[in-house]
């Protein structure tokens, strides 16, 4: 198992950045496809970037291309979502989740693992 814990959410003006982390404490996390998701209050929980086991394949949902970036440390089992440019409606619960086939997916039920969830709220 993977057990995975998000840190680095919090609130930001609109236009700020946030860094959010999320920590793996399993041996095995480099074997691993990374992904963000989010849910935005009274929505479904929607993809946000992924990225594969050694960082060569990442995927980004349309609405944050060029604003987020997606990376990874497997020498401190850590995948990062760094965010810039935030507006209002990038607040949401941001969980990351792992998947064990170690690719860049954005489909949900690809992840066997998830993280609680870092809260994100972007004041207008």
């Known amino acids: 198992q993977v057990p995975l814990v998000e840190r680095g959410g919090g609130v930001v003006e609109a236009g700020g950045s946030l860094r959010l982390s999320c920590i793996s404490s399993?041996?095995?996390?480099?074997?691993?496809?990374m992904g963000w998701f989010r849910q935005r209050p009274g929505k479904k929980r929607e993809f946000v970037a992924a990225?594969?086991?050694?960082?060569?394949?990442?995927d980004y949902a349309d609405f944050v291309k060029g604003r987020f970036t997606i990376s990874r440390d497997n020498d401190k089992n850590t995948v990062y979502l760094q965010m810039s440019s935030l507006k209002p409606e990038d607040t949401a619960t941001y969980f990351c989740?792992?998947?064990?086939?170690?690719?860049?997916?954005?489909?949900?039920?690809?992840?066997?693992?998830w993280g609680q969830g870092t809260q994100v709220t972007v004041s207008s």
């Open positions: 990225i594969s086991r050694s960082g060569g394949s990442i």
């Open positions: 989740a792992a998947d064990r086939l170690g690719v860049a997916t954005p489909y949900e039920t690809n992840y066997d693992r």
């Open positions: 399993g041996r095995s996390f480099s074997d691993y496809g």
